[in-house]
């Protein structure tokens, strides 16, 4: 698995960008059009190219660094739901969707990645953008599958399903395989974070983490045009409050020695997850560094790929390159 580059689009805090650069691929460029997520990607990564603009203002003609490269990926901002389907923004998460297809067109990767919610790869209602996609791929000659996978089955402690879209030259594609899992027994929330709940001396971390005995719901960053952080739906609250944690808010710090964690005084009885650990129940590592003010971090982390998401199907695209690569030259 040697010299497999790619170019990242909607980029976020990296998430998709680290995985990728873990199973061996090198990123020719990235771009995204928050000013916050590319100082991040910057401060993290000095030596990749980040780009800030928007996907729909990109023209490759201008990045002909761009051009001749083995995957364009992207995480895209998540398409919503029919009952959403009235917001302003979800119109133009649906544009980026169909941008990102387009830009197949001007680029010609060797392969394609794509992820989004779970139902873009199943649900009737993403059914159009299925067939605009497959019309679209088909036509440049790529064979593609969509498939749903569970973060907590790349050793991520968090049940965060995404659907996936990976689209192949047809020359290339028959070596393809969804990633298997690479773990059998999920990680937790509480074995997860208990050291960073004990770093200012808390005494109660332990306890919490036994309580803490499973799998976060999903982190939803929400959007730009919601209020502050918080760690998602009603569902997602209730089962952090089984867990002992406010997911009303995002905290500032973790507890100190003084704190009194007692989950039947409510919310003010109860741990709040910080912007740091939240990137830790993303697999983010320790040393990667989210920049910006709190929302707008906790955005970043919400809205990412898990680098270990990406890094499995990252692996599973070289294999499918390095494959047909191997047979051409036997042949």
Known sequence: MTGLSFVDVCSGAGGLALGLEQAGFRPRLLLDEDADACR????????????QTDLLDFDPSD???????????????????????????????ERLLKAAVYLVHAIRPRAVLLE????????????????????????????????????????????????????VEQQRAGAFRPPAPTVAVPRTVGETLRKSMASRG?????????????????????????????????????????????????????????????????????????????????????????TGLKTARYRQVGHATPPPVGEALGRAVAEALDGSRAVTAAG
């Open 40 to 51: 991040t990607l910057r401060t993290n990564r000095p030596h990749w190219k980040v780009l």
């Open 63 to 93: 990045h002909p660094d761009s051009y001749d490269v083995d995957l364009l990926s992207a995480g895209l901002p998540r398409v919503k739901s029919s009952a959403t389907v009235g917001r302003a923004d979800s119109d133009m998460e």
């Open 116 to 167: 989004n919610v779970p139902g873009l790869a199943d649900a009737e209602e993403y059914e159009p953008f299925r067939e605009f996609a497959r019309a679209e791929l088909t036509h440049l000659g790529y064979e593609f599958s969509w498939f749903v996978i569970n973060a907590v089955d790349f050793g991520v402690p968090q049940n965060r399903r995404q659907g996936v879209l990976v689209a």
């Open 202 to 290: 808390w005494p109660g971390a332990d306890l919490w983490a036994a309580q803490a005995g499973e799998p976060a719901p999903t982190l939803v960053g929400g959007s730009k045009n919601r209020g502050g952080a918080d760690l998602g739906p009603t569902g997602a609250k209730r089962k952090w409050a089984t867990m002992g944690v406010d997911g009303h808010t995002v905290g500032n710090a973790v507890p100190d020695r003084d704190f009194v964690w007692d989950p039947r005084l409510g919310r003010e009885g109860m741990v709040k997850i910080t912007v740091e650990q939240a990137a830790l129940l993303q697999s983010f590592p320790e040393s990667w560094e989210i």
